[in-house]
Each structure stands twice: as structure tokens, then as C-alpha cells.
């Protein structure tokens, strides 16, 4: 091979390599220009994701805060509602009670109301019964005292002086009283025992004849005795006492073994008790 060739193919060869290394050492710089560059990329990115990262952080702090509160009130809204509920209940359970103890009360005073106004319509029916049933008696009154003013009769006196009506009976001597012309007081007197004092006088009993229907009797009147004897059932016996003095009648309507009853009538102004 020529010389000429040879060297010539050497720097051929040679041009290559500084050129393979050229581009080489270009790329080299190129990568690490781009590497340089792709690192600051990194990096700048990387600073971003912190930041990034950090304020989702925060972001996630200040939404755990903003729960936690929430949840805190949120339980205290609870309390107080529940407080509110509760009182609420109990102010309702109160006025319930209330409205029972009330209705309660409204009931017992119309049951008692009910029976005041059964009771008074019981009385007024029991007044409006014993009214007509009083009626009923004045009218058997009246007629009972109408036939005992038909049975009673006027009569002359053992001392001839016209007596009044004459009461043979306790029925008619009952009317005599509710007539009040004047007074009438009821006696027995037995045989054996002191004068008894009737009224102004004093009377003793000193025979009674059941089988004739005849007495005779004393009368100790204004310190005199006046003997009454063999007088009949029935009859008036007449006398003067008092001072003044005054008619008294004596009548016997009731004879027994040695015992009498009857009735000592006097004017109306004299004394009921006996004066010595």
C-alpha cells in the first residue's frame, strides 16, 4: 500500500474519531445540560409538592379542627336540647296533672252539687208532704174540734151561777185550753192524803162513791174550808176566792177507789201557784 494512502487513510480515520468524539462530548454536554435542567425540574416540583403537600396538611388540620368543633357543638346543642326536651316533658306532665286534679274537682263538685239539689228537692218534696199533712191535721183539727164543741155543753153551778162549757174529758178540756177564756188545771186527789195546792186554793179528797158516781171533797180557800159534799161526776162546783174575788169552778169527771181526777178552772189574771 502507498504511503500517501496509508497516512491519508490514518487521518481519515483520526478526523472520524475527533469527530465521533466531538459528537460525543456534545451529547455528554447536552446530557448533562439537560440532566441540570430536568434536575432543577425535579426539584422545583419537588419544592412544589412540599408546599403542596403541606398545605393539603393544613388544609386537613384546619378540617379535623372545623369537625372537632362541630362535633362539639353539635353534642352541646344536643345537652341542650335534651335539657329543653326534658323540661319540656316535665312542664307538660305538670299541667296534665293539673287538668286531672281540675277535672277531678269540677266532678266532685257537681256530684255534690247533684246530691244538694237531690237533697233539697227531697226536702221540698218532704216539706210539700208535711205541708199537706199538716193541712190534713188542721183539717181533722177542725173537725175534731167541732164535734167536741157539739159534745160540750153550759151548766148552772151548785151555786146557781150559769158555768161555762163543761169538759167531761181530757179531749174536751184540750179544746176548753186552745179556746184560753181562762185557766184550766188538771188534778187527782186520794183519799187519806193532806189538801194538795191547785193554783190559789188547796183541795182534799174526803169520799169517793164509785157506785153512785159521787165525791165530797173540802176547799180551803182564802182561810176558809168549804165542804163539798155528795156531788155528782160532772157537775161545777162553784166557789169565790182571790182578792178580788173571783168565780172558780171545780169538776170531777173521773171517779175511782178512793181517788178522783178532774179540773180547776180559773179566771185568766189568776196566780198559777198556790200563795198561803
Not at 17 to 45: E, H, K
Request: no cysteine; net charge neutral; glycine share 6%.
Amino acid at each position: 500500500m502507498p504511503e500517501d494512502d496509508l497516512y491519508g487513510d490514518e487521518r481519515s480515520h483520526s478526523a472520524l474519531l475527533i469527530l465521533i468524539a466531538g459528537l460525543s462530548l456534545l451529547l455528554a454536554l447536552s446530557a448533562l445540560v439537560w440532566n441540570y435542567f430536568l434536575q432543577n425540574r425535579l426539584d422545583t416540583t419537588a419544592t412544589k409538592l412540599t408546599q403542596s403537600q403541606e398545605y393539603v396538611d393544613h388544609l386537613a388540620a384546619q378540617q379535623a379542627e372545623m369537625w372537632r368543633q362541630l362535633h362539639a357543638t353539635n353534642e352541646e346543642f344536643g345537652a341542650k336540647l335534651g335539657i329543653t326536651q326534658r323540661q319540656i316533658e316535665l312542664r307538660a306532665q305538670g299541667i296534665l296533672h293539673q287538668q286531672q286534679v281540675a277535672d277531678t274537682r269540677i266532678a266532685q263538685q257537681e256530684a255534690a252539687t247533684r246530691k244538694k239539689v237531690s237533697d233539697v228537692s227531697q226536702s221540698v218534696s218532704n216539706v210539700q208532704t208535711a205541708v199537706g199533712g199538716v193541712k190534713q191535721e188542721v183539717v181533722n183539727t177542725r173537725q175534731e174540734l167541732a164535734s167536741t164543741e157539739q159534745q160540750l155543753h153550759a151548766v148552772v153551778g151548785d151555786m146557781g151561777v150559769q158555768s161555762g162549757l163543761i169538759a167531761t174529758n181530757s179531749e174536751q178540756l184540750n179544746y176548753l185550753k186552745h179556746l184560753g177564756d181562762r185557766n184550766y188545771i188538771e188534778f187527782t186527789l186520794r183519799k187519806g192524803q193532806p189538801a194538795t195546792s191547785v193554783s190559789i186554793v188547796k183541795l182534799q179528797l174526803r169520799k169517793a162513791d164509785t157506785k153512785h158516781s159521787r165525791y165530797t171533797l173540802y176547799v180551803f180557800s182564802d182561810d176558809k174550808r168549804v165542804e163539798k159534799k155528795n156531788r155528782d161526776l160532772d157537775e161545777p162546783l162553784q166557789f169565790y176566792a182571790g182578792n178580788p174575788p173571783m168565780l172558780f169552778e171545780v169538776v170531777i169527771n173521773q171517779i175511782g177507789k178512793d181517788q178522783v181526777s178532774g179540773y180547776l178552772s180559773t179566771p185568766k189574771n189568776t196566780p198559777k201557784s198556790f200563795v198561803p
